[in-house]
């Protein structure tokens, strides 16, 4: 296997410390105005905890936002145009928030409001802090990177998967950037950067990148 002169890849893990702030919203002119407001690491957590929430089967709705307006509101369609929002179309929080916005702005325009919710019943706008923490995993080559693949937790899947395009502010993650940088397979890094992860949930997503790094480890030598 090749591993002459590659840089190895270290695999971190995170945990996500949430903060729960005071600001709500019981209908949809509250919930701009926070969307409009909140800082980006607010955005981030909501647009992105499901699926730690749900590490064993896709959620229904992608966001917690369209969860929210679907189950609360009752407004399917607007759910529907949120949970469509792709955050790997963005390279940073704010063009998300811009995106977010601006469907909230239109369906408002329209004059499709579906009033407040009881108490008890707000959307809560919490923000998060991510810890980072490096692991003993390291890979070398293909065969190394999947084993560690096979042993990482999902929660580290999701930090290189997950957090990597915003800290990066580019459109890849972690491991495609590592394989084509350094492992020196372009045509692997293109397909791994392709596929979309909101379609999988986090183990699912998992057993896809093992198959897909397992049919290239004949070329890795």
């Given at each position: 296997?090749?591993?002459?002169?590659?840089?190895?890849?270290?695999?971190?893990?995170?945990?996500?410390?949430?903060?729960?702030?005071?600001?709500?919203a019981?209908?949809?002119?509250?919930?701009?105005?926070?969307?409009?407001?909140?800082?980006?690491?607010?955005?981030?957590?909501?647009?992105?905890?499901?699926f730690?929430?749900?590490?064993f089967?896709?959620?229904?709705?992608?966001n917690?936002f369209?969860?929210?307006?679907?189950?609360?509101?009752?407004?399917?369609?607007l759910?529907?145009?949120?949970?469509?929002i792709?955050?790997?179309?963005?390279?940073?929080?704010e063009?998300?928030?811009?995106?977010?916005?601006?469907?909230?702005?239109?369906?408002?325009?329209?004059?499709?409001?579906?009033?407040?919710?009881?108490p008890?019943?707000?959307?809560?706008?919490?923000?998060?802090?991510t810890?980072?923490?490096?692991?003993?995993?390291?890979?070398?080559?293909?065969?190394?990177?999947?084993?560690?693949?096979?042993?990482?937790?999902?929660?580290?899947?999701?930090?290189?998967?997950?957090?990597a395009?915003?800290?990066?502010?580019?459109?890849?993650?972690?491991?495609?950037?590592?394989?084509?940088?350094s492992v020196?397979?372009?045509?692997?890094?293109?397909?791994?950067?392709?596929?979309d992860?909101?379609?999988?949930?986090?183990?699912?997503?998992r057993e896809?990148l093992?198959?897909?790094?397992?049919?290239?480890?004949?070329?890795?030598a």
């Amino acid at each position: 296997m090749n591993n002459g002169g590659v840089s190895p890849f270290l695999f971190w893990d995170c945990v996500q410390l949430i903060e729960i702030t005071d600001r709500t919203a019981a209908d949809l002119s509250e919930l701009l105005g926070g969307v409009r407001e909140v800082p980006t690491n607010s955005i981030f957590l909501h647009m992105h905890q499901s699926f730690l929430k749900y590490h064993f089967f896709p959620p229904e709705y992608t966001n917690d936002f369209s969860e929210w307006v679907s189950l609360q509101l009752g407004d399917d369609a607007l759910a529907e145009k949120i949970s469509e929002i792709d955050p790997f179309d963005y390279v940073n929080i704010e063009d998300l928030r811009q995106r977010l916005i601006k469907i909230l702005e239109e369906h408002m325009h329209d004059g499709i409001a579906h009033g407040r919710v009881r108490p008890g019943e707000e959307f809560h706008f919490n923000q998060s802090v991510t810890i980072e923490m490096l692991t003993d995993l390291r890979a070398t080559n293909l065969r190394e990177f999947r084993e560690c693949l096979e042993k990482i937790p999902l929660t580290s899947l999701y930090y290189h998967i997950f957090e990597a395009r915003l800290r990066l502010e580019k459109k890849t993650d972690d491991f495609s950037y590592w394989i084509e940088d350094s492992v020196g397979m372009p045509e692997l890094a293109e397909k791994m950067n392709r596929m979309d992860p909101y379609m999988y949930s986090l183990e699912d997503l998992r057993e896809e990148l093992i198959k897909l790094v397992g049919s290239y480890e004949s070329r890795d030598a």
